[in-house]
């Protein structure tokens, strides 16, 4: 694939940067402290009281069991379109934004933030799952719908504009809550970002090879 350097340097270069604020992280958290509180105390303050429940229902979203739905029914449909490539690639990246949340936080052991709690938040707080999954997710399924949906319909737009704003949201929400920092979020943005696109040449070229093959529409 002639893009496909384009997609692994995008990828990278997230990572490059994501293990850069890792670092910091690990050795140096008091560097970035100041920062995160500062951020998410004007982020909390800001805000009408209406968006705490809001931000409480929107957050579901990024919870380990409805993320695994919110996988594995988009890929059974993708299945059974005979949209095989579709399916492999959102199942892979969710499997990898998985790992990647276990390995990340065992790795780096950040504490979540002291402030008050919206919602029952365990575990360590660097990276963001809700934000990782979010970006892997929805954006695999974005990926999917962009190059599939008619560009004329109008319907890509509309699909594309939910899904960006559904990752936005499912993000902010876990600083609004007060269970991650925005660096934190920051961090998973990135790495689901990283493993969109370092995966994207290798979908690309499955989807190509099988339609060409006609192991798939």
Known sequence: MKNKETYLLRGTFALVIFVCMGYVIKFYPETVLSFD???QAKFRNDLPSFWTDFFQNITVLGNPPVQLALTIFPALVFWLKKWRAEAYYLLISASLAGLAIVVFKSVYQRPRPSIPHLVSASGYSFP?????GAMVIFGAILIVCYQRLNQRSGLRLIVSLVLTSL???VALSRVYLGVHYPIDILS???VGYAILNMLFPYYDRWRFKWRFQAKQK
């Not at 963001?128 to 990782?132: E, I, M, P, R």
Request: net charge neutral; glycine share 14%; aromatic share 0%.
């Open 128 to 132: 963001s799952g809700h934000a990782l």
């Open 167 to 169: 990752i936005v949201l």
């Open 37 to 39: 509180q500062t951020v």
């Open 188 to 190: 998973g943005l990135l």
